[in-house]
C-alpha cells in the first residue's frame, strides 16, 4: 500500500537520474540528509539546503532533516495520472521513523554477469537470463514468505492496466469501423442513386454495362481511398495534438496515440474494401432498371 | 379569339393587375431583360391566354402575376394587395388561400397519394380535418378521380396527375388560377380534356390565366395576349 | 406544425432502404455517444450509488489519505467518534480497522483483507448467509484460547471452500516460520457476507476491531476510518467542516467531496468519452447533412412547389430542420439497445483492470446521460438538417420551377 504524503517514500535501487545542484551544506549528525523529488520540493518551496521535519503521523513526532538535493524520478507509466511526491533517505532511518526495525517492502538484486564452466544440463555457458530465472526460482522455493519477480515479469503484472486500456481501445476501434462503415456505405448508396441518370444516358448511348460497372467500382473506391487519405491526415494530426496535450498534462514522455504502419494499411485496406462493396451493391442497383427507367421515363 | 395589342382589358379592379412591370435578370456580361413595360389586368370569371415564342417572358409574366416573383420595376396588384410591398410571410398567404398554381411538370409529392397532394394546402390553411376530407373528395370528384383517390403519383397517368395538381390548386379556393403550360406533357386528347376543365373552372368565377404553346388550348380562352421578346404585342 | 410533421415523416419514408441504411448508421454513432455519456462520470455514479447504500454520510481519514489508502492510521480514534457522535443528527460514529493479514485453513495458507469492525456494526457488510459478529463478545469457553466469531466474503466461501462453522486462523504472518514469532487468533467463521469494494478474487473477513488490533499488534483506540451515519445527510458536508476543523489530524468528507476527489483521478476516462463523443456526434452530423441535403437537391421542384403553393420561407426552412431531427430521433430506440448492450462489454473489459472493485461500473446508465445523449443528438439533427435549410431558404422559386421544367 502506498504511504501518505506525510509518510515518506522509499525507493530502492538506482531508479533514477538525480538533478545536481548547488552544494548543501554540511549536514549535523542528529539531522538527517534527505533528497526530495522536484515536484515533492516545488510544493513544499523548498531546495537544496533547506530544513525538513519529518513524521509518518500528522502529529508528529518530528524528525530534522535537511534537504540534501532535488532530483527529477523516473516517471513510470502505472504512475501517469497520479501526482506522487517523493522523498528518498537512507533505509536505516526511514525504518527508524516508521518503527519497523529491519522490515522493507522490497528488496532489489543485481545479479553479477554469469560465469563459470557450462553446467551438463545445458551444455552450454548460461545467459543473463536463465541465470536471473534460476535465482528466482530457489529464492521462490524457500518457505521465507516473499516472492520474487524478474524484472520482465513485474513489468508483465504491471502492465495489467494497460493491457486492459488496449483491449478497451480495440473495443471502441472495433465500434468506430462498424459506424464508419455504415456510414461510408450509406454515402456510397446516395452517391449511386445521384449517378442513375447518367448511368441512364451512358446505356441509352450504348455504353456496356460493364464499363458502367467498372466506372462505377473506380468511383466508389476512389471515394473510399480519398476519404481514408483524408481520415489518416486528420487522425494523426489528432494523434499530435491528443500526444501534446497529455504529455503536457501529465508531465510525461510516454506516447499515448501512434499511427503505425499497420493502421495505415488496415484503415486503407479496409476503407478501399468497403468502398467496393458499397459501389458494387450501387451498380447492381442501378443496372438492375432499364435506361429508361433511369431517366424516370 | 383575337389578339388584344393594347394590351389591357378595361375593367372594373380586377383580380390581378401588372403595371409597366419590367423584371431584368443580372446575367454574367449583359443583363437579360425578360419583361419590357407590361400592363395587364384579370377578372373573375375570365380565362385568358398568354401565346408566344420560347423565351418571349410568358412564364415570367405568370410568376409575377402569381407572386413568387417580383418586378424589377412597375408593380403587381393581387386582390388590391401591391406585390412589390410585402414580405415573403404575406406574399405565402395571398398565394395560399386566393392563387393556385398548375405547371407542366405538375410537382405532385411522389410520396403521398391524390387525397393527400390535394389536401396539403388546406393542411396549410388549417383547415378542419373533417371539412379537409369533404373537400378532398369533392374536388378529386370534380375532376373525374373519385376512384383514384389512394393512389399515388406514380399509379397515375400524365393526365390524371394534371387533374390531381388542378384540384390541388383549387383546394382552398382561390381567387385566381395560373397555368403554366398545363398541357405540355400531355397527349392530344388529354390536353382537350384538361382545357376543358379549365374552361369550366372560369365559368365557376374563377379567373384563369394560361400560357400556353397550344394554339387549340389558347383558342379556349376568352381573352388572348400575344408576347414577343418581353413585351405585349 | 402539423403539415410539416406529416411531410417530414412522407419524406423519410420516401426511400426507405436509403432511410434504412442512414437510420443504422447513426444508431451505431448513436450507441457509441450513448457509451461515452455512460462513461463520463460513470465510475463516479456507481461508486456515489454504492457509498449512498452503505448509509454513512461522512467518512474520516488520517489527513492526505484516502480510506484504506495505506498504513497511516487516526490515533485516539475512539475518543474523535465519540465527539462526532455528541453532534446533532449523528446517529453513529464508527471506528474502522484495516488491514492485510493470511488466512490458514488446514494445510492452506491464503492473504486476506481483513476489517475490524465495534461488534454488530451495520452497514459495513451485508450479511447473505449465517449469523453477524456478535453484539458483545462472548466469554472464553472453558480453559482454552477463545475463538472468536468472524465474517468472510463470498469469494472466500466460494474459491476457498470455506464454510460456516469451520475454523481458520487469522495471522499477520505470512509464513508458517515466521508465523510462530507472531499473533495468531483461531477463529469460527459465523457468516458470508457482500463486502461492496472488494477486488475480484479478493478474500475479505470482518472480526472484532479490538481482535484485528491485537494480531496487529497495534496499539487499542486507533482506526484506518471513522464512519458517520446522519438522520439528516443534507448536512453532511457541515460536519465533515466541522470534524476537519476540530482535528487537524484528518480529512473529513462527505460522499460528494469523496466523490469530487476520486474523480480528479478519473480524469483520462472523462477526456475520453468527450473526444469520442465529440467524433459520434461529427459523424452524425456528417451522416445527416449528407441525406438531408441530398434528399432537399432532388426536391427543389417540390420545395419551389410548396413555396408557390403558398408555404412561407420560414416553414420550409423548418420542414428540413424537422427531417433532420426526424432522423436523429428514428434512431433513439436502436441508438439506445446498442449502446447498453456494447457498454456492458466495454464495462466488462475495464473492471478486469487490477484493482477495480466488483461491484462498481465504469458505464452506468443514467438519466442524466440519456438525457444528454437524446439532446445531443438530436440538436445534431437539427444542425445537420442546418445546411440544407439554409439551401431552401435562398431557393428563388420562379427560376427553380423554370430549370425543373426544362432539365
Redesign the interface.
Given at each position: 500500500?502506498?504511504?501518505?504524503?506525510?509518510?515518506a517514500f522509499l525507493v530502492l535501487g538506482g531508479l533514477s537520474r538525480i538533478a545536481v545542484s548547488r552544494p548543501a551544506p554540511a549536514v549535523p549528525p542528529d539531522v538527517w540528509p534527505v533528497s526530495l523529488g522536484e515536484r515533492a520540493a516545488h510544493r513544499l518551496g523548498v531546495g537544496p539546503g533547506d530544513p525538513l521535519d519529518l513524521s509518518?503521523?500528522?502529529?508528529g513526532p518530528w524528525q530534522p532533516a535537511r534537504v540534501a538535493q532535488v532530483y527529477r524520478p523516473v516517471r513510470y507509466p502505472t504512475e501517469v495520472?497520479?501526482e506522487p511526491l517523493e522523498i528518498r533517505l537512507h533505509l536505516p532511518d526511514l525504518q527508524t521513523l516508521a518503527g519497523r526495525g529491519d522490515e522493507a517492502d522490497s528488496i532489489v538484486i543485481r545479479l553479477r554477469p554469469p560465469g563459470g564452466p557450462a553446467p551438463a544440463r545445458t551444455g552450454r555457458a548460461a545467459t543473463a537470463g536463465e541465470a536471473t530465472a534460476e535465482v528466482v526460482t530457489r529464492l521462490n522455493a524457500s518457505?521465507?514468505?516473499?516472492r520474487a519477480y524478474t524484472s520482465a515479469e513485474l513489468a508483465a503484472r504491471n502492465s495489467?492496466?494497460f493491457e486492459?486500456?488496449a483491449?478497451?481501445h480495440r473495443?471502441?476501434g472495433a465500434?468506430?469501423v462498424?459506424?464508419?462503415s455504415?456510414?461510408l456505405?450509406?454515402?456510397m448508396?446516395?452517391r449511386g442513386?445521384?449517378l442513375r441518370r447518367q448511368v441512364g444516358v451512358m446505356r441509352l448511348i450504348g455504353v456496356s454495362p460493364r464499363t458502367v460497372v467498372g466506372t462505377v467500382l473506380v468511383i466508389a473506391a476512389g471515394v473510399a481511398l480519398l476519404g481514408s487519405a483524408i481520415g489518416i491526415g486528420l487522425g494523426y494530426l489528432l494523434s499530435l495534438a491528443?500526444n501534446a496535450y497529455y504529455r503536457s498534462?501529465f508531465d510525461t514522455d510516454l506516447v499515448f496515440s501512434r499511427v503505425t504502419p499497420r493502421l495505415l494499411e488496415t484503415s486503407a485496406g479496409v476503407s478501399a474494401l468497403l468502398g467496393i462493396a458499397a459501389g458494387a451493391v450501387t451498380a447492381w442497383r442501378v443496372l438492375r432498371r432499364g435506361p429508361l427507367e433511369q431517366l424516370g421515363r | 379569339m383575337t389578339a388584344d395589342p393594347a394590351a389591357r382589358i378595361a375593367a372594373p379592379p380586377g383580380v390581378v393587375a401588372a403595371e409597366a412591370v419590367t423584371k431584368v435578370y443580372p446575367m454574367p456580361g449583359r443583363p437579360v431583360e425578360a419583361l419590357r413595360g407590361v400592363t395587364l389586368a384579370v377578372e373573375r370569371g375570365t380565362l385568358l391566354s398568354i401565346v408566344g415564342p420560347s423565351g418571349c417572358g410568358k412564364s415570367t409574366l405568370l410568376h409575377l402575376l402569381g407572386g413568387v416573383d417580383r418586378p424589377t420595376t412597375g408593380s403587381v396588384t393581387i386582390l388590391g394587395h401591391r406585390t412589390d410591398g410585402l414580405g415573403d410571410a404575406a406574399l405565402a398567404r395571398i398565394r395560399l388561400r386566393h392563387v393556385g398554381f398548375v405547371f407542366q411538370r405538375f410537382f405532385l409529392l411522389p410520396m403521398l397519394t391524390a387525397e393527400e397532394n390535394v389536401a396539403l394546402p388546406m393542411m396549410e390553411a388549417r383547415v378542419p380535418a373533417d371539412e379537409r376530407r369533404r373537400r378532398t373528395g369533392a374536388l378529386l370528384e370534380r375532376v373525374g378521380l373519385g376512384d383514384r383517390m389512394r393512389h399515388r403519383p406514380g399509379q397515375l397517368s400524365g393526365g390524371e396527375m394534371q387533374r390531381v395538381a388542378i384540384a390541388r390548386a383549387i383546394a382552398n379556393h382561390p381567387d385566381l388560377l395560373l397555368a403554366d403550360e398545363p398541357t405540355g406533357e400531355l397527349d392530344e386528347a388529354t390536353g382537350r380534356e384538361v382545357g376543358a376543365l379549365l374552361r369550366a373552372l372560369s365559368r365557376d368565377g374563377l379567373a384563369v390565366v394560361l400560357v400556353t404553346h397550344n394554339p387549340d388550348l389558347a383558342a379556349l380562352a376568352d381573352r388572348q395576349v400575344r408576347m414577343r421578346d418581353g413585351v405585349l404585342v | 406544425m402539423g403539415p410539416i410533421l406529416f411531410l417530414a415523416a412522407r419524406t423519410l419514408v420516401r426511400v426507405p432502404a436509403r432511410t434504412a441504411l442512414v437510420v443504422l448508421g447513426l444508431s451505431v454513432t448513436g450507441a457509441l455517444l450513448l457509451d461515452m455519456t455512460m462513461l463520463a462520470g460513470g465510475l463516479q455514479a456507481s461508486l456515489g450509488s454504492v457509498l449512498s447504500r452503505l448509509g454513512f454520510a461522512v467518512r474520516v481519514v488520517p489527513r492526505g489519505t484516502l480510506p484504506f489508502s495505506g498504513d497511516a492510521e487516526i490515533a485516539d480514534a475512539d475518543r474523535l467518534a465519540a465527539a462526532i457522535e455528541t453532534q446533532p443528527g449523528v446517529t453513529a460514529a464508527v471506528p474502522v480497522v484495516g488491514a492485510n493479514l493470511y488466512v490458514r485453513r488446514g494445510g492452506r495458507r491464503f492473504p486476506s483483507f481483513a476489517l475490524g469492525v465495534p461488534s454488530g456494526t451495520p452497514g459495513a457488510y451485508t450479511l447473505v448467509a449465517g449469523a453477524d459478529l456478535p453484539a458483545r463478545p462472548g466469554p472464553p469457553s472453558g480453559g482454552t484460547a477463545p475463538v472468536v466469531p468472524i465474517v468472510i466474503n463470498q469469494n472466500m466461501a466460494r474459491l476457498d471452500g470455506v464454510r460456516i462453522g469451520d475454523r481458520v486462523v487469522l495471522s499477520a504472518a505470512p509464513g508458517t516460520i515466521l508465523q510462530t514469532f507472531a499473533a495468531a487468533q483461531a477463529c469460527r467463521v459465523a457468516g458470508i457476507a457482500d463486502f461492496y469494494f472488494d477486488l475480484p478474487a479478493q478474500r475479505t473477513v470482518a472480526l472484532a476491531g479490538p481482535v484485528l488490533r491485537r494480531l496487529l499488534d497495534r496499539p487499542p483506540g486507533g482506526a484506518s476510518l471513522i464512519l458517520v451515519r446522519m438522520t439528516d445527510p443534507s448536512r453532511a458536508d457541515a460536519l465533515a467542516r466541522w470534524i476537519a476543523g476540530r482535528d487537524a489530524r484528518v480529512d473529513a468528507f462527505s460522499i460528494q467531496e469523496f466523490l469530487a476527489r476520486t474523480g480528479a483521478r478519473l480524469t483520462y476516462f472523462n477526456q475520453f468519452s468527450v473526444i469520442l463523443g465529440t467524433m459520434s456526434a461529427a459523424v452524425a452530423f456528417l451522416l445527416i447533412a449528407a441525406i438531408v441535403t441530398l434528399s432537399v437537391g432532388e426536391r427543389l421542384g417540390e420545395i419551389a412547389m410548396l413555396r408557390a403553393m403558398g408555404f412561407p420561407r420560414a416553414r420550409i426552412v423548418g420542414l428540413v430542420l424537422v427531417e433532420g431531427v426526424a432522423l436523429a430521433a428514428a434512431a433513439l430506440p436502436g441508438a439506445f439497445l446498442l449502446g447498453i448492450a456494447i457498454a456492458r462489454h466495454l464495462d466488462r473489459i475495464l473492471l478486469s483492470a487490477p484493482g477495480v472493485p466488483e461491484n462498481l461500473h465504469f458505464f452506468t446508465f443514467t438519466a442524466a446521460a440519456a438525457v444528454r445523449t437524446v439532446g445531443i443528438l438530436l440538436a445534431t439533427g437539427a444542425l445537420g438538417g442546418a445546411y440544407p435549410a439554409a439551401v431552401t431558404a435562398r431557393l428563388e422559386v420562379a427560376p427553380t420551377l423554370h430549370r425543373e421544367v426544362v432539365s
Open positions: 500500500m502506498r504511504i501518505g504524503l506525510v509518510c509518518v503521523h500528522p502529529a495520472g497520479r518457505s521465507l514468505g516473499f495489467g492496466p486492459v486500456i483491449r478497451f473495443a471502441i465500434v468506430t462498424l459506424a464508419s455504415v456510414f456505405v450509406a454515402i448508396t446516395l442513386e445521384e491528443i498534462l | - | -
